[in-house]
């Protein structure tokens, strides 16, 4: 059975920053390319950053230089760095599993960005 369950979302002030995690079990992991998610209400869920199964990275413009993602395949963790967290960051953080027509997702992590 495929798990990713992810944690380490909270209330921070804006400026503040959070790490999120997201631990994986019944996938090979190290094949998979990685991801993180973001939803608020009303609106669709979009990509925030992406990780290669070689460890290729990409981001959403809107956290270029604030927010790093990166992959522990001997943990079989993702993670996601946040920095500078502002108050439009604020949403439930999804982490996504995917390897060609595979495809997985977490239950979301609620992160709140607010003074």
């Known amino acids: 059975q495929v798990q990713l369950v992810e944690s380490g979302g909270a209330a921070v002030q804006p400026g503040g920053s959070l790490r999120l995690s997201c631990a994986a079990s019944g996938i090979i992991f190290r094949f998979f390319n990685m991801g993180w998610y973001r939803q608020t209400p009303g609106k669709q869920r979009e990509l925030v950053a992406s990780?290669?199964?070689?460890?290729?990275?990409n981001y959403a413009d809107s956290v270029k230089g604030r927010f790093t993602i990166s992959r522990d395949n001997v943990k079989n963790t993702v993670y996601l760095q946040m920095n500078s967290l502002k108050s439009e960051d604020t949403a439930v953080y999804y982490c996504?599993?995917?390897?060609?027509?595979?495809?997985?997702w977490g239950q979301g992590t609620q992160v709140t960005v607010s003074s």
């Open positions: 996504n599993a995917n390897l060609q027509l595979k495809e997985y």
């Open positions: 990780i290669s199964s070689g460890s290729s990275k």
